[in-house]
T-cell receptor, first 112, second 114 residues
Framework: KQEVTQIPAALSVPEGENLVLNCSFT??????LQWFRQDPGKGLTSLLL?????REQTSGRLNASLDKSSGRSTLYIAASQPGDSATYLC???????????FGSGTRLSIRP | SAVISQKPSRDICQRGTSLTIQCQVD?????MFWYRQQPGQSLTLIAT?????????ESGFVIDKFPISRPNLTFSTLTVSNMSPEDSSIYLC???????????FGPGTRLTVL
């Protein structure tokens, strides 16, 4: 069964800290992996997409890595800000234009 | 990128009634996806809607409960039929960006069933 797991479920850190969110998936034959951000009461915003042939992607203070052999991805957030507070979702796609399997999310709170 | 709008943004409905949610995309797309996010949970795919064919439903979801229309390449509707309080969720539609594979989501419809 293809499953995506995220740890921790919730995380609270003071502003300015660097932090890492974890995502693991049971089937390593992925097509791509995406990290999304969801703000309360709103839809999802795609942050980074890593194709199966890639090892990492960077956008601003965000860096996502992918290790297919171990079935893991991490989202690194540098110099965290209160505006980074949101739920972060990891999602895996196993073939082009197929369904996406979501993790349960990490609820991140950045304390001023 | 794709810009997606959904109507209504939220609704409060009585048990036993039905609600139709609309999803509009600013570009033509082959496949549209409907997800449900129950309170405190992650997203679960309900069905995939292809233009010109019947929607494909995931395990646990049936057409009688969640009928879907896909009349053209920019629009789809999801109906939640004979609602019960267990249907209280956020319903989201999404599309893929094709060449980049990025998935774009609408803002969601927050449904509360009393």
């Amino acid at each position: 069964k293809q499953e995506v797991t995220q740890i921790p479920a919730a995380l609270s850190v003071p502003e300015g800290e660097n932090l890492v969110l974890n995502c693991s998936f049971t089937d390593s034959a992925i097509y791509n992996l995406q990290w999304f951000r969801q703000d309360p009461g709103k839809g999802l915003t795609s942050l980074l997409l890593i194709q199966s042939s890639q090892r990492e992607q960077t956008s601003g203070r965000l860096n996502a890595s992918l290790d297919k052999s171990s079935g893991r991805s991490t989202l690194y957030i540098a110099a965290s800000q209160p505006g980074d507070s949101a739920t972060y979702l990891c999602a895996v796609e196993y073939s082009s234009a197929s369904k996406i399997i979501f993790g349960s999310g990490t609820r991140l709170s950045i304390r001023p | 990128s794709a810009v997606i709008s959904q109507k209504p943004s939220r609704d409060i409905c009585q048990r036993g009634t039905s609600l139709t949610i609309q999803c509009q995309v600013d570009s033509q797309v082959t496949m549209m996806f409907w997800y449900r996010q129950q309170p405190g949970q992650s997203l679960t795919l309900i069905a995939t809607a292809n233009q010109g064919s019947e929607a494909t439903y995931e395990s646990g979801f049936v057409i009688d409960k969640f009928p879907i229309s896909r009349p053209n390449l920019t629009f789809s509707t999801l109906t939640v039929s004979n609602m019960s309080p267990e249907d209280s969720s956020i319903y989201l539609c999404s599309v893929g960006a094709g060449s980049t594979d990025t998935q774009y989501f609408g803002p969601g419809t927050r449904l509360t069933v009393l």
